[in-house]
């Protein structure tokens, strides 16, 4: 059972150019969930999925955006990348709802030059 | 605005101490939730609070909620090495759709 599955896990990129976070999960979970995570920052939420077929912003979604592909899978996207878009990217699910905790998963360390 | 407090954000404690780790809020929640992260892991679920009042106890760790005072209190017994982490706590306000507000971590270490 491998929970929730992010690729990659490292990857550097130079300012202005794109790519996809890949984010799946194993456990039926209706909401899904992008955060960054920079030093002394906590986790801070980017954007969600609450069921299949919606998204929502979060605290911090400018210069990203998600797809919900299906019910395992949430991607985020860079369009052009900056270098204050550094930082660990964690993928999490949950039921969502009944206080049942977000499950995360291992995470993407994002370096932009 | 939601706002999630947590202190202290480092703690060095000596193996055998307890210590109490806070987190505060803002606002009126459904439910609080403690993460433990390693570094350079992910983060691990310890604990789901759902009502004032509501304890829970793991090995050395007890945590607790208050809803009227808008606090949650993580208790570290006896320590040991093993605890040493950063903790986190997480609220899920009301009316947030499920969303979580992290705040901004505690890391224990933990000295023999």
């Known amino acids: 059972n491998a929970g929730v599955t992010q690729t990659p896990k490292f990857q550097v990129l130079k300012t202005g150019q794109s790519m996809t976070l890949q984010c799946a999960q194993d456990?039926?979970?209706?909401?899904m969930y992008w955060y960054r995570q920079d030093p002394g920052m906590g986790l801070r939420l980017i954007y969600y999925s609450a069921s299949e077929g919606t998204t929502d912003k979060g605290e911090v979604p400018n210069g990203y955006n998600v797809s919900r592909l299906n019910k395992r899978e949430f991607s985020l996207r860079l369009e052009s990348a900056a270098p204050s878009q550094t930082s660990v990217y964690f993928c999490?699910?949950?039921?969502?709802?009944?206080?049942?905790?977000?499950?995360f998963g291992d995470g993407t360390r994002l370096s932009i030059l | 605005e939601l706002k999630v407090e947590q202190n202290p954000l480092f703690l060095s404690m000596q193996e055998g101490k307890n210590y109490t780790i806070y987190c505060n809020y803002s606002t009126t929640s459904d439910r609080l939730y403690w993460y433990r992260q390693d570094p350079g892991k992910s983060l691990e679920s310890l604990f789901v609070l759902l009502s004032n009042g509501a304890v829970k106890q793991e090995g050395r760790l007890m945590a607790s909620l208050d809803t009227k005072a808008r606090l949650s209190t993580l208790h570290i017994t006896a320590a040991v090495h093993d605890l040493s982490a950063t903790y986190f706590c997480a609220v899920e306000f009301r009316g947030s759709n499920y969303k979580l507000t992290f705040g901004k971590g505690t890391l224990l270490t933990v000295n023999p």
């Open positions: 456990m039926n979970h209706n909401s």
């Open positions: 999490a699910s949950s039921h969502g709802g009944q206080g049942q905790p977000q499950h």
